[in-house]
């Protein structure tokens, strides 16, 4: 048996804390205000009469943004996303819709985004009903309305950040709520006023023709700004008296816009919204009118096109950003990926996940159940099975718990367990027992009382079960070709379909090992079970330490060196412990009692160090530094210089990085092409739990490392394989 005699608990517990990451990794302490580095957001309330059913009530969420940094209106424009506001209120309370105040028109290159700057307030009103009752009437002594949000906003500058937060507000029931009076009064202020008169659309070619009456006699003649609010309708960066234009007959406004190039809508009434110049506004007087304008004409065949995630979207627009404006930033080309084409990449992703490095250390495994069964090809068959089963059950149980941390708000991807110093411990400790159990230190019968023994597997299935467990916990972090478009994709597919590129994913991990198994041909080439067995089990446990040895140095790169220190004195205590189990008599209980007390002892002592999570040295960014740390930030700063940029998306835990950065991004000839076409060579580390680099890989429709991606301003950026090779990088280089 794989496992020897090996008790099945250990192995479940290790393998469940490998789905999930650290709980310290998401918890989150609700306030008022949420600070970032490019935004304060405050949960701010103004209720003039109190709370009380017809009184007027608004909350709001009031948005500082650092200089240079926006963030959006309804309709984001070229790229972006609308902040989102879910409240959860007592019963009796509603929130309504946010009272969005007039944008501004914001150039990103050669693209155009609407939001804001500076600093803003979201309004939205509170509608309390009659049968709210006050926490007064139902006894629990308190005086205020409990007010609860969580908010989700992307900030921009060159680069797009996806940012989020919770709030807590206690607001007073009794007596007027007047410190952010003016802030309301200031969002009001900001606020369309409605038309008097319904308008009217007209498409006419390529092109839309607004025609407004019933606008103020004392902005007549002025110069509006057009805010649709349908998305990707409008050519937004046209500029007005350039690419569209605008008029008036005495008191109707008309102008003629451009229809954008990739229109995706065709709406039957256009709500829109038209605002005065900054320079032309006067305080205590209506900026903005908005008005729901019934649609004339035939609307041309809309433009076929790719699926783009917002968020590459807004990647795509720093891009555009951060390129000279001599050059255009192009989209770059995105295939359009169907489920069919995407299932086929899952599962040939999953084969193709075989022949990478990380899959090693369980070809021990996969080899003494083989040579078990040698000659027996009911158990092959039942053995293909039963790993097929471990494997698929534990890809979907990965998936779904990424899919499900993800929708409440995580920044995880392919991978993400082995971002957790705990996980990364408790693998350690488990391949360091099955190195012991196959070296024959132990067999679990003897080294555990009679009661225990009870709970052990007694049929070989179960052991091959768990192989494919244990194959998925140690396969997940790394990435294969075709894969990683797939699961890139899933991550924007409804759960049942996500979840059905997980099951291919997982049947094509375990798809080798299933035909063997139903194929006599391959049982017929393997020798006949003798003491060969023996030496080769021992041989094949020095794979599993080696993957102690890989996992420690994980931990040190997450932990520190007394991280990683500690975990190895930890093993040593195991291993001892184990030992100790296996001696008979008296001596046995004394020396195993002993150890665990030590243990014990040294785990209370400096088992802290394990968990805690050590900041990496910052590399130099100096002329001499070949690898510089990955910001958006620096991307935006070399590619608007003009300067090429190679992004390596690695992780300490990604033994297919490790084996790409030695093989490939180490060679000479390589590394010669990079200085002589002056690229500059950047590396995210995804070893420990980065939103930045989370965000960064779901914007390029990726999930996992590695990844590697070449980009030159005004260009689309170019990804290369996971299985990255010399050639592939210079020609990559050469079309430079």
């Given at each position: 048996m794989i496992f020897s005699r090996f008790h099945i608990a250990t192995f479940l517990v290790a393998a469940a804390a490998a789905c999930m990451p650290a709980a310290a990794q998401l918890a989150s302490k609700p306030g008022a205000v949420v600070t970032t580095p490019h935004v304060r957001a405050e949960l701010v309330a103004h209720a003039p009469e109190g709370v009380a059913p017809g009184a007027p009530v608004w909350v709001g969420l009031q948005i500082t943004h650092q200089p240079e940094w926006h963030t959006y209106w309804k309709n984001a424009g070229d790229s972006g996303l609308p902040t989102e506001l879910n409240w959860t209120l007592p019963s009796g309370v509603a929130a309504g819709e946010i009272a969005w105040p007039v944008p501004r028109k914001i150039p990103v290159g050669n693209l155009a985004n609407y939001g804001y700057e500076g600093t803003v307030l979201l309004p939205v009103p509170l509608e309390v009903s009659s049968n709210f009752k006050p926490p007064l009437a139902l006894g629990a002594g308190a005086s205020a309305l409990d007010v609860r949000l969580k908010a989700s906003w992307l900030v921009c500058r060159k680069e797009c950040i996806p940012e989020e937060g919770e709030f807590t507000l206690a607001l007073p029931l009794q007596g007027s709520t007047a410190l952010h009076k003016a802030e309301f009064d200031a969002a009001q202020a900001a606020q369309p006023q409605p038309l008097g008169k319904p308008g009217a659309v007209e498409v006419s070619g390529n092109t839309l023709q607004v025609r407004l009456e019933g606008l103020p006699a004392s902005i007549h003649g002025k110069t509006l700004g057009f805010f649709p609010e349908t998305p990707e309708l409008i050519r937004t960066a046209a500029e007005s008296g350039k690419d569209w234009t605008q008029s008036w007959q005495g008191g109707t406004w008309t102008a003629t816009l451009p229809l954008a190039d990739q229109r995706s809508a065709s709406p039957t009434t256009l709500p829109l919204v038209v605002a005065l110049a900054e320079s032309d506004r006067q305080p205590g007087q209506p900026m903005a009118w908005r008005v729901e304008a019934p649609v004339s004409g035939s609307w041309p065949a809309a433009a076929p096109r790719a699926e783009v995630s917002p968020a590459l979207q807004a990647a795509l627009a720093a891009n555009a950003a951060a390129a000279p404006s001599s050059t255009s930033a192009e989209l770059p080309p995105q295939p359009t990926v169907t489920l069919m084409a995407a299932l086929l990449g899952a599962l040939l992703g999953g084969l193709l996940l075989n022949l990478m490095p990380c899959v090693f250390p369980i070809l021990a495994i996969k080899v003494l159940g083989f040579a078990r069964q040698a000659g027996n090809h009911r158990a092959h068959r039942t053995a293909g099975l039963a790993y097929t089963a471990g494997v698929m059950l534990s890809v979907l149980a990965l998936g779904g718990a990424?899919?499900?941390?993800?929708?409440?708000?995580?920044?995880?991807?392919?991978?993400?367990?082995?971002?957790?110093?705990?996980?990364?411990?408790?693998?350690?400790?488990?391949?360091?027992?099955?190195?012991?159990?196959?070296?024959?230190?132990?067999?679990?019968?003897?080294?555990?009382?009679?009661?225990?023994?009870?709970?052990?597997?007694?049929?070989?299935?179960?052991?091959?079960?768990?192989?494919?467990?244990?194959?998925?916990?140690?396969?997940?972090?790394?990435?294969?070709?075709?894969?990683?478009?797939?699961?890139?994709?899933?991550?924007?597919?409804?759960?049942?379909?996500?979840?059905?590129?997980?099951?291919?994913?997982?049947?094509?991990?375990?798809?080798?090992?299933?035909?063997?198994?139903?194929?006599?041909?391959?049982?017929?080439?393997?020798?006949?079970?003798g003491p060969w067995m023996n030496t080769l089990r021992r041989l094949l446990a020095f794979p599993m330490f080696a993957t102690v040895a890989w996992l420690v140095w994980v931990l040190g790169q997450q932990s520190g060196i007394d991280g990683a220190g500690t975990l190895l004195a930890l093993l040593v205590c195991m291993a001892a412990i184990v030992w100790a189990l296996t001696l008979r008599g008296r001596t046995r209980l004394v020396i195993a009692t002993l150890m665990v007390a030590f243990t014990a002892v040294l785990a209370a002592a400096i088992g802290r160090n394990v968990l805690q999570t050590v900041e990496p040295a910052k590399m130099a960014a100096t002329a001499g530094q070949r690898w510089q740390p990955w910001s958006a930030e620096r991307v935006a700063e070399l590619t608007g210089a003009g300067q090429p940029v190679f992004i390596d998306f690695t992780a300490a835990w990604c033994v297919t990085c490790q084996y790409n950065k030695k093989a490939t991004l180490a060679d000479a000839e390589v590394l010669a092409d990079f200085d002589r076409r002056k690229v500059a060579m950047l590396r995210a580390d995804w070893t420990r739990r980065d939103p930045a680099i989370t965000a960064a890989l779901t914007a390029l429709g990726r999930s996992g490392v590695p990844l590697y991606v070449l980009q030159a301003p005004g260009k689309a950026p170019v990804v290369l394989t996971e299985i990255l090779g010399k050639d592939e990088v210079r020609a990559a280089l050469a079309a430079l």
């Amino acid at each position: 048996m794989i496992f020897s005699r090996f008790h099945i608990a250990t192995f479940l517990v290790a393998a469940a804390a490998a789905c999930m990451p650290a709980a310290a990794q998401l918890a989150s302490k609700p306030g008022a205000v949420v600070t970032t580095p490019h935004v304060r957001a405050e949960l701010v309330a103004h209720a003039p009469e109190g709370v009380a059913p017809g009184a007027p009530v608004w909350v709001g969420l009031q948005i500082t943004h650092q200089p240079e940094w926006h963030t959006y209106w309804k309709n984001a424009g070229d790229s972006g996303l609308p902040t989102e506001l879910n409240w959860t209120l007592p019963s009796g309370v509603a929130a309504g819709e946010i009272a969005w105040p007039v944008p501004r028109k914001i150039p990103v290159g050669n693209l155009a985004n609407y939001g804001y700057e500076g600093t803003v307030l979201l309004p939205v009103p509170l509608e309390v009903s009659s049968n709210f009752k006050p926490p007064l009437a139902l006894g629990a002594g308190a005086s205020a309305l409990d007010v609860r949000l969580k908010a989700s906003w992307l900030v921009c500058r060159k680069e797009c950040i996806p940012e989020e937060g919770e709030f807590t507000l206690a607001l007073p029931l009794q007596g007027s709520t007047a410190l952010h009076k003016a802030e309301f009064d200031a969002a009001q202020a900001a606020q369309p006023q409605p038309l008097g008169k319904p308008g009217a659309v007209e498409v006419s070619g390529n092109t839309l023709q607004v025609r407004l009456e019933g606008l103020p006699a004392s902005i007549h003649g002025k110069t509006l700004g057009f805010f649709p609010e349908t998305p990707e309708l409008i050519r937004t960066a046209a500029e007005s008296g350039k690419d569209w234009t605008q008029s008036w007959q005495g008191g109707t406004w008309t102008a003629t816009l451009p229809l954008a190039d990739q229109r995706s809508a065709s709406p039957t009434t256009l709500p829109l919204v038209v605002a005065l110049a900054e320079s032309d506004r006067q305080p205590g007087q209506p900026m903005a009118w908005r008005v729901e304008a019934p649609v004339s004409g035939s609307w041309p065949a809309a433009a076929p096109r790719a699926e783009v995630s917002p968020a590459l979207q807004a990647a795509l627009a720093a891009n555009a950003a951060a390129a000279p404006s001599s050059t255009s930033a192009e989209l770059p080309p995105q295939p359009t990926v169907t489920l069919m084409a995407a299932l086929l990449g899952a599962l040939l992703g999953g084969l193709l996940l075989n022949l990478m490095p990380c899959v090693f250390p369980i070809l021990a495994i996969k080899v003494l159940g083989f040579a078990r069964q040698a000659g027996n090809h009911r158990a092959h068959r039942t053995a293909g099975l039963a790993y097929t089963a471990g494997v698929m059950l534990s890809v979907l149980a990965l998936g779904g718990a990424m899919l499900a941390l993800r929708a409440a708000g995580a920044q995880l991807g392919w991978g993400f367990q082995l971002q957790s110093p705990a996980v990364v411990a408790a693998l350690a400790a488990l391949f360091t027992l099955i190195g012991l159990n196959l070296a024959g230190m132990f067999e679990f019968g003897r080294a555990a009382p009679l009661s225990l023994c009870s709970a052990q597997a007694r049929h070989p299935i179960a052991n091959d079960f768990l192989s494919g467990v244990l194959a998925v916990v140690i396969a997940s972090p790394c990435t294969a070709p075709f894969m990683g478009v797939s699961l890139g994709f899933a991550i924007g597919l409804p759960a049942t379909q996500a979840l059905l590129l997980f099951a291919a994913l997982g049947l094509g991990l375990a798809l080798p090992y299933l035909v063997a198994g139903f194929i006599p041909a391959v049982a017929l080439l393997l020798p006949r079970p003798g003491p060969w067995m023996n030496t080769l089990r021992r041989l094949l446990a020095f794979p599993m330490f080696a993957t102690v040895a890989w996992l420690v140095w994980v931990l040190g790169q997450q932990s520190g060196i007394d991280g990683a220190g500690t975990l190895l004195a930890l093993l040593v205590c195991m291993a001892a412990i184990v030992w100790a189990l296996t001696l008979r008599g008296r001596t046995r209980l004394v020396i195993a009692t002993l150890m665990v007390a030590f243990t014990a002892v040294l785990a209370a002592a400096i088992g802290r160090n394990v968990l805690q999570t050590v900041e990496p040295a910052k590399m130099a960014a100096t002329a001499g530094q070949r690898w510089q740390p990955w910001s958006a930030e620096r991307v935006a700063e070399l590619t608007g210089a003009g300067q090429p940029v190679f992004i390596d998306f690695t992780a300490a835990w990604c033994v297919t990085c490790q084996y790409n950065k030695k093989a490939t991004l180490a060679d000479a000839e390589v590394l010669a092409d990079f200085d002589r076409r002056k690229v500059a060579m950047l590396r995210a580390d995804w070893t420990r739990r980065d939103p930045a680099i989370t965000a960064a890989l779901t914007a390029l429709g990726r999930s996992g490392v590695p990844l590697y991606v070449l980009q030159a301003p005004g260009k689309a950026p170019v990804v290369l394989t996971e299985i990255l090779g010399k050639d592939e990088v210079r020609a990559a280089l050469a079309a430079l």
